[in-house]
């Protein structure tokens, strides 16, 4: 079995763990408010902001036997490279005041999530920063585009109010792939199962994330 779907099948309790916060049933069932999605939106820019200084950090701590892998962290920055802009955009096309969110906390568990990541990398191994990206581009790919079309119809919304849902649903698709490709090249046992034990931690921690979400996030309709 290649090391792709040994990840793939190492982490089916974790991803069920995440598949079933509320918030995205809900979402999935158009039963969402506006105030929760501006709320998932908030969460999405504080972790995401960080994901390029994550890969830069990856990237200056991978060996040199790992050249081919941090070739592929830099295509990967240049694609992720002002992301949690379009995040800020979404939530003013929702017509919330975007610099609150610039310039407010993470939940605790988002800050708890980027922290591990950050450990992950500076403690124990940069190669178990795809652990974190097996979950994040895994769940655009199964969710993304569904949810934004039924939250868009259910509110109402256009779709400029979607671009980091939207643009994340079909461009991971493609990144799944470049990312399966890349996986079943990591050979050495102990490096899987790192990356393994990275993925189940990280499938719970942004599992948590969506179930710390709420509709009292304080943000302020523009006026």
């Known amino acids: 079995m290649a090391f792709f779907e040994q990840l793939t099948e190492a ?3 974790e991803r069920q763990h995440l598949l079933s916060a ?11 408010t506006l105030d929760d999605y ?15 200084p994550l890969l830069m950090a990856v990237g200056s701590r991978l060996p040199e036997d790992k050249e081919w892998l941090r070739n592929a962290v830099a295509e ?52 178990g920063f795809f652990g974190m990206v097996q979950v994040l581009e ?23 109010a979607f671009s980091y849902m939207y643009s994340h649903g079909s461009l991971d698709q493609e990144h799944i792939k470049f990312f399966e490709n890349l996986m079943d090249r990591i050979d050495s046992p102990a490096e899987q199962d790192q990356i393994i034990h990275s993925a189940k931690m990280f499938y719970r921690l942004y599992g948590d994330i969506f179930r710390s979400l709420h509709s009292d996030h304080g943000i302020r309709k523009v006026a």
């Not at 509320?22 to 969402?32: C, E, S, T, V, W």
């Not at 979404?90 to 993470?106: F, L, M």
């Not at 655009?140 to 949810?147: C, F, Q, R, T």
Request: aromatic content about 6%.
């Open 11 to 13: 982490t089916t309790t």
């Open 38 to 52: 501006v709320a998932f939106l908030e969460q999405a820019y504080h972790h995401v902001k960080h994901t390029t």
């Open 138 to 160: 895994g769940t655009s790919v199964s969710i993304a585009e569904n949810a934004a079309d039924k939250i868009r119809a259910t509110l109402n919304l256009p779709t400029k």
């Open 22 to 32: 509320p918030i995205i049933h809900k979402a999935l069932a158009g039963d969402i």
């Open 76 to 127: 990967y920055i240049e694609e992720e490279v002002g992301h949690q802009e379009w995040i800020l955009n979404d939530i003013a096309a929702c017509g919330y005041d975007k610099e609150i969110v610039r310039h407010s906390t993470p939940h605790p568990e988002t800050e708890l999530m980027v922290a591990y990541a950050y450990d992950t990398i500076n403690r124990v191994n940069p190669i």
